[in-house]
Structure formats: structure tokens, C-alpha cells
């Protein structure tokens, strides 16, 4: 057998990008202890390092010893600049826009929220007020524009992750929408766009649950139930790099009718009030001819924390329809973990039971002992630190990923 030999600068660049990701990963590291966890030669460490300290990347913080009686020089610790670069991660929801300008390190310098009727608004008014509130975070925080590297942008949706062209969104009412197309030409940036259940992928990767897992799944609950799967330190996309199609699941045999024109979707169960899933309510159809089910959550909480009966059964019985749909991922992808957010905690807590209950009564026994499964809340902070970690991640990505469309 023939082995090819690496390019030396490909080498290089894998060797940076492992660096890189170790300084990130562990924040005021040693040269040391990064050779450890790359297995690189110190030699190789130090020509790296030396590298980015000079790209002004990197900076080497000298911390005194512990008074220990031995005299020595100070430990040199390396890390992130965090204003070497900043990325600008945006959230839209059905109600309001939350931007997030993020520095190097992913964290959060400056936040805007501009409530908004996406429904009611042209595209051209939407991307007025993302513009502009992308233009109110750089001006209040005072960053030098050079120094933006790019946005990430969260949409709930079905559309095109290399042309950044929305095909069907449950926030916009027009169509077909080249939403990353047009920010890009406004704002003079690169625009990448992904789905909310792959920003809280990114989120919880980079800072919170899943950081040390290298599989794990993330759950949306909000106007449509998502999911992003993340496999081998990546999102999975699959063969049409939509991504899962989670809220499609089959979970009922009611005939219940879904906007993707199938029956008994889990969406349709989680969504949507029993007579507005049956077609007998008198709801108003919403963006592309679907029924808003923007209030129902709310509506249902508040009524069974009154006694309601019927409000109480009918969250039972979504938190039993979800457990039924996230068994079929415990059975067949058997993940790590398995991160279920809302962004509603009285929704949560009143999901949660009958949830827990029905998915373990629905999944392999063996299968659902080795998944921690977490349900919380998320906070529009969190949203949008996905969508810069969104962008981060291109500047921290290793030479072999390049792809077009790699999020």
C-alpha cells in the first residue's frame, strides 16, 4: 500500500488548527500542557504558538509561581485576544430580532433586542431592521468594522446552507427569500445562516452542557420542534444537508394534519391546539398558510396552572408526543446526551413529567441508560451565541473541513 505524504504546509495548518482549538478549549494553557493534548513536539508547539502571538491572535501571560519557597521564572500561560476579532451572531423569532456582537472567545460584548411582527414585514423591511441593529451594537460597543470577520444568522426554516436562500420559513411570510444574499450585500459581510436547533448545538458545544461530547442532540421546542445532531465534534447534515427533519416524525395515529401536507407529525402535536390541528378551530392561517400556534404554549400554562383539566391533559399528552419522538433517536442514534430546551420554563416544567415517563417507557432499555438527557430553558443570550460561535468556528476551522455549505 502506497501512503501519501502530507503536504508540509496542510501539516502546518492542521497543526495550527489543534493548537488553536486546544488555547480555546482551555483558556490560559501552558505550552506544556497544549504538547500534551496535541501529542505535537514542544518544538512544533513553540513554533506555532510563536506564530499566533505574532498574528495577534494569541497572547503569553506571565503568572507569578506559587509561593512555594523555589525560585524560578514565571509560568508563561497563552490565550485567546479576545478583541483580535469579533462576529455578530443574530436570532429571529416569530416576535423580535436579538443581535449579539461576540469578541474571539465567543463572548458576548453587546446585545440589542428589536421586537418585531416578522409576519407582518417584507423581506426588505426585515433586513432594514437586522442592518440597523447590527450598525447599533458596533457603534455602542465602539469595534473597529475591520475587525467584524462576519454574521451568523439563526432562522427557523427549510433553506439552501451554501446560497443562504430560504425556501419556507414559519416566521416569514413571504417565499422564497434570499435573506443571506441580501445582508451580505448590505453590510459588506459574510452571512451564513443555519437553523435554531444547530445554533443551540453550537451554544451548548462551545459553552454549556456538551462541551466534552462528541455526540449528543439538540431539541427546539418552540413555533416548530427541531433538531440538530451533532456526531463527531460536527453537525450532521445528512445526504441533503437540510439537516433532521425531527418535527416530521410520525408519533400519532390521528390523521392529524401537518403544513408539510403529511399526517401526524410531531409538530402537530407540539404546536398547535387539538381543534386547530384537526382543522375545526377557527384560527387564522398564519405565514405560508399555516395556523399560528405562536400563543398556544403560554395559553395552555396558564390555564392548567389555574385547574383547567383539558389544558392540563392536553400538556401531558405533548409531553408524552415528545417522548414518544425523541425515543426514536435514543433507538437509533443512541447519542451521549440528548439537550431539550424551551424557551418558556413554565412549558418546560409542565412538559417534563409526562415526557420523562413516556420516553423511557418508549425506548431500548440498555439504549436510554447510556443518554443523559437534559431539559431546560434558553435565553436569547445563548440563541445568539450560537450564531456567532456560527461564525467563530470558521476562523477556528481545521483546513480539511472547507467544504462549501459547512456550518
Keep these: 500500500m502506497v501512503v501519501k505524504i502530507a503536504d508540509p504546509l496542510l501539516m502546518r495548518e492542521i497543526n495550527k488548527h489543534h493548537v488553536l482549538e486546544t488555547i480555546r478549549c482551555h483558556s490560559r494553557i501552558s505550552r506544556v500542557e497544549i504538547s500534551e493534548r496535541t501529542l505535537l513536539s514542544g518544538t512544533t508547539v513553540s513554533a506555532i504558538t510563536g506564530a499566533l502571538i505574532e498574528e495577534g491572535l494569541v497572547e503569553a501571560i506571565h503568572v507569578q509561581r506559587p509561593e512555594d519557597g523555589k525560585r524560578g521564572r514565571p509560568r508563561v500561560l497563552l490565550d485567546l485576544i479576545p478583541d483580535a476579532a469579533y462576529v455578530v451572531g443574530v436570532k429571529i423569532s416569530a416576535e423580535r430580532i436579538t443581535t449579539t456582537i461576540a469578541n474571539f472567545k465567543g463572548e458576548a460584548v453587546y ?66 427569500t434570499p435573506l443571506s444574499q441580501l445582508l451580505e450585500t448590505r453590510l459588506g459581510l459574510r452571512t451564513r445562516m443555519a437553523k435554531p436547533a444547530d445554533l443551540v448545538a453550537l451554544a451548548e458545544s462551545w459553552f454549556g452542557y ?48 401537518c403544513g408539510c401536507g403529511q399526517l401526524d407529525c410531531l409538530n402537530t402535536y407540539l404546536t398547535t391546539a387539538e381543534d386547530r390541528a384537526t382543522g375545526t378551530g377557527d384560527a387564522s392561517p398564519g405565514p405560508n398558510g399555516q395556523k399560528d400556534p405562536a400563543d398556544v404554549p403560554s395559553g395552555l400554562c396558564v390555564q392548567a396552572a389555574a385547574g383547567d383539566e383539558e389544558a392540563i391533559r392536553q400538556l401531558k399528552k405533548r409531553g408524552s408526543m415528545l417522548g414518544i419522538g425523541v425515543s426514536h433517536v435514543i433507538n437509533i442514534v443512541n447519542p451521549e446526551k440528548i439537550i431539550i430546551v424551551t424557551e418558556d420554563d413554565d412549558y418546560r416544567k409542565m ?17 436510554f441508560d447510556a443518554t443523559e438527557i437534559i431539559f431546560h430553558t434558553i435565553d436569547e443570550q445563548l440563541w445568539a451565541r450560537g450564531a456567532a460561535a456560527l461564525m467563530l468556528r470558521d476562523i477556528y476551522r481545521a483546513p480539511w473541513n472547507d467544504g462549501p455549505g459547512e456550518a
Design 111 to 176: 446585545s440589542v433586542q428589536m421586537p418585531i411582527q416578522i409576519a407582518r414585514r417584507t423581506t426588505d423591511a426585515i433586513v432594514d431592521v437586522i442592518e440597523n441593529s447590527i450598525r447599533v451594537c458596533i457603534a455602542a460597543h465602539g469595534i473597529d468594522r475591520a475587525k467584524i470577520q462576519g454574521v451568523g444568522i439563526g432562522v427557523p426554516g427549510i433553506f439552501d446552507p451554501v446560497s443562504g436562500q430560504i425556501h419556507a420559513s414559519s416566521v416569514f411570510a413571504e417565499g422564497e
Design 210 to 257: 456538551a462541551q466534552r461530547n462528541r455526540s449528543f442532540a439538540a431539541i427546539t421546542v418552540e413555533q416548530t420542534v427541531g433538531m440538530a445532531l451533532w456526531i463527531d465534534d460536527d453537525l450532521h447534515r445528512g445526504a441533503s444537508t437540510l439537516g433532521a427533519a425531527f418535527g416530521h416524525i410520525k408519533v400519532g395515529n390521528e390523521g392529524r394534519l
Design 351 to 367: 412538559l417534563e413529567p409526562s415526557f420523562r415517563e413516556s420516553v423511557k417507557k418508549n425506548s431500548f432499555a440498555a439504549h
